[in-house]
């Protein structure tokens, strides 16, 4: 049978160039929920299209916008817009990545977006409109922010500490440094980064113990010296450490110098306290020792040898107190006299006084001559001036000046009737022997009826520094 060329049958359907109502609702629904801004401008900027999204830039509605013109809803925005929309006109290409700026009216906070804008062309190919889309990115602008705060953050935190850092890619060239590093590098700032640390540093070591961790990847400490731009040297603890990544190869290295100057500094010092002290105990042991073997030999009896042992090691405890007082750096010697005769009724301008003008002795002589002082008032008390009610003792001191001496008296005064001893014992051999040559002086003890008189003259220098420059120290 043939086939009438007017039938329709098996012929195939024409596609129909105007949208069914299906598939407008389906463009039109994405439209709405695209999760971008879209609008349509006429080339007056009338908004003819817009979706929900973008009206959130105004918080204007849908309708509210179609039909109005871009500075009737957001007139905040209009000269750029209007600037945007002529442009895409004339030149009919589109402008993109142009970033706008609003902040609705029931918004505390800014927000921004990054727009694109392309140019609807008719069937005679005029430009009808132009299509907006506009991408939010106020959070990336926050994080950014954020990030850049953080950053400040960092680099004030890096370049304000003390230490020197850096951080270096796995080949030991450096990408990043603090501040502080530029103050000890041999070369200019802006060469260090690509340079390995010790060529930047070029710290006094051998590279054998560096090469070898870097090769095996292993942490590198050691302790240097490097030159800052003052032309000093200073101690440096050097730490370099690597970062692995999840398969355990190095990616970065990161490198710490830390200033040790003070730590060795103090070290110096406790070492030199130590060998001071170790010094001085020795010295106070070899006293210590001399005063029990010479109390010893002149004690009576065992009772009376535990009985001024006791009270010479309490005399030389009270000079003690006042050296540690004041860090052994020595002491006044009118607290020594006070000190040393307070066991005695203490120095009351009644019965014992003591003038002189300020002067500071060194350890050595306030050891020695506490134990002179100790000695005196121990006689005065059992057979000199102390022993009596009306008995005084007068304790003067001057400085000469002229020669760098110092005259020191002891007088007692209206006490009983004094008998030179028949025999020396301990006290002699102090005020007589041990104090003159251990103080490089010369002293006379007289026993004269009327009362005991010592005097001492020892050489004096003057006191360097502090408050009291007109004071003297032994």
Known sequence: MSQDP???TNAQPTPSATPTYAE????QLIYDTAPIGLAFLSPDCRYLQINKRLTEICGISVEEHLGCSVRECVPALADSVEAIVRRVIETGEPVTGIEVAGQRSDDTEGRSWITYWHPIFGSNHEIVGVNVAAEEITERKRAEAALRASEQQFRTLADSIPQLLWISEANVRIFWFNLRLSEFAVVRAEDIPGQDWVAVLSPDIGREDWVKSLEIGAAFETELHLCGKDGRYR????RVVPLRDSNGAVYHWIGTHIDISEQKRREE?????LDEQSHRSKNLLMVVAAIAQQTARYAED???YHAQFAERLAALAHSHDLLVKDNWNGAPLSDLVAAQLKPFGGVDHCRIDATGPPLVLNP???QYLGLAFHELATNASKHGALSGI?????IQWLVDTENHKVCLGWRES????????????????VIEQIVPRALNGVGALDFSPEGVCWTFEFPVQEHDGGSNAHHRDL
Not at 269 to 273: K, Y
Request: charged share 20%.
């Open 302 to 304: 065992v009772r009376e």
């Open 6 to 8: 007017g039938s329709t």
């Open 414 to 429: 209206q006490g009983p009737l004094v008998v030179p001893p028949r025999r020396r014992g301990f006290g002699h051999v």
């Open 235 to 238: 101690p440096f603890l050097t």
């Open 390 to 394: 009306r008995g005084h003792v007068s």
């Open 24 to 27: 407008g609702y389906s463009l």
């Open 364 to 366: 050595e002589a306030v």
């Open 269 to 273: 010092n406790i070492r030199l306290i």
